[in-house]
């Protein structure tokens, strides 16, 4: 596979991806033997290595030419002769591991000026904390009293505001805005973010709206990664946190006062509402949208394009709009789709 964008290290040694897949050597394999690239099954050759864990693949697999392939025990017989097994009982990550290794540039957003330094075209004020090795791009602004950590990127055209707080090895992607905002170490925020800006604050009334001021902060922990284009509110009267380990997708809008737990999973096009608070391991589909005040407890799973507006318990699935529990909402698709059928025949 050749990707003039990422600037490709290794090779591996065979030695070395067993090591990574938690398996043996197989009798009689070299294991100096270098791999050097991946691919995916169709387009892999004798140097490089693929996986496969899932049967939706399986023909891809019997005709695959990779020299190597990282696959469960349940497919293992389906490997060719020609390409070694690397059996492993979480063939994906190891996969993913592999990948890290081999394009480390491609694990988080690069400066796109210069790989180290302050740009002279950026714009820091006199009073803001740098570290070492951090790396400022052209056009980025920095406002007074704000702390970069050691080894931080910020890409071009991106805006940290006064006293904000950038731990170390976080990247902070083109044309991103961090305000009212204190971030742990290791948090990456890919191009388009905005942080800290007005939670969507009014007190309504007849004669109108008015507006009301929004004085928390956004806390984000160690190891959180943020998409394109998402939004965090920062809080009204306390602060909006984000917990340590979550990963946030593309396109996601949360609102003031909201709390996310450790190691959640929130995918593209989600919206979640003021002041609920998601504990730790929520996953939520993607386009499903969370009302304000409610608790998902740690576990809950929320179906794609669902409509949460009650609490969930902990350990649930939950999917449709409103939300239920998955048997009841699967029983209702079941009972809906059998009525239409009845109907259709019933016309005929």
Same mark, same amino acid.
């Given at each position: ?39 995916p ?14 049967p ?8 695959t ?11 293992a ?18 996969f ?6 081999l ?17 002279? #075209?950026?714009? @820091?004020? !006199?009073? +803001?904390? =740098? $570290?070492?090795? /951090? ?5 980025? *602004? &920095?406002? %007074? ?35 009212h ?43 959180v ?12 009267s ?6 340590? #380990?979550?990963? @946030?997708? !593309?396109? +996601?809008? =949360? $609102?003031h006062? /909201?709390?996310?737990?450790?190691h959640? *999973? &929130?995918? %593209? ?31 809950a ?48």
């Amino acid at each position: 596979m050749h990707n003039s964008f990422f600037l490709k290290t290794g090779p591996l040694t065979l030695r070395r991806v067993i090591e990574l897949a938690g398996g043996q050597l197989p009798n009689g394999r070299d294991p100096d033997a270098l791999i050097a690239n991946v691919a995916p099954l169709e387009y892999a050759g004798p140097d490089d290595i693929a996986y496969m864990d899932n049967p939706a693949y399986v023909e891809q697999l019997a005709a695959t030419r990779a020299g190597y392939c990282l696959v469960s025990g349940r497919f293992a017989d389906r490997v060719p002769a020609t390409t070694l097994a690397i059996v492993t009982r979480r063939p994906y990550h190891v996969f993913a591991a592999v990948m890290a290794l081999l394009y480390p540039s491609a694990m988080r957003p690069r400066p796109v000026f210069q790989n180290e330094g302050v740009s002279p #075209g950026a714009f @820091i004020h !006199n009073t +803001v904390e =740098i $570290g070492d090795r /951090v790396t400022v791009d052209p056009g980025v *602004v &920095i406002g %007074a009293g704000a702390v970069i950590g050691s080894g931080t990127t910020v890409a071009a055209n991106s805006v940290v505001g006064p006293g904000c707080v950038v731990g170390q090895e976080c990247s902070i992607g083109t044309n991103v805005t961090v305000n009212h905002c204190v971030m742990g170490d290791h948090v990456i925020l890919h191009p388009g973010v905005r942080i800290g800006q007005d939670g969507f604050g009014f007190a309504m009334g007849p004669e109108g709206h008015q507006k009301v001021p929004q004085i928390g902060r956004v806390i984000i922990h160690n190891d959180v990664e943020i998409g394109a284009n998402t939004t965090i509110d920062r809080g009204a009267s306390r602060d909006t946190v984000i917990g340590d #380990g979550t990963k @946030i997708d !593309n396109l +996601v809008q =949360i $609102g003031h006062n /909201v709390c996310i737990g450790k190691h959640c *999973v &929130i995918v %593209a096009c989600v919206g979640i509402a003021g002041s609920t608070t998601l504990e730790d391991f929520v996953v939520v589909g993607g386009g499903a949208g969370i009302a304000g005040h409610l608790r998902l407890g740690t576990g809950a799973q929320i179906a794609a394009y669902s409509g949460v507006n009650n609490d969930i318990p902990a350990g649930e699935k939950w999917g449709g709009a409103p939300a239920k529990p998955w048997r009841v909402w699967a029983k209702e698709l079941a009972l809906v789709k059998s009525l239409g059928a009845k109907g259709i025949k019933d016309r005929a």
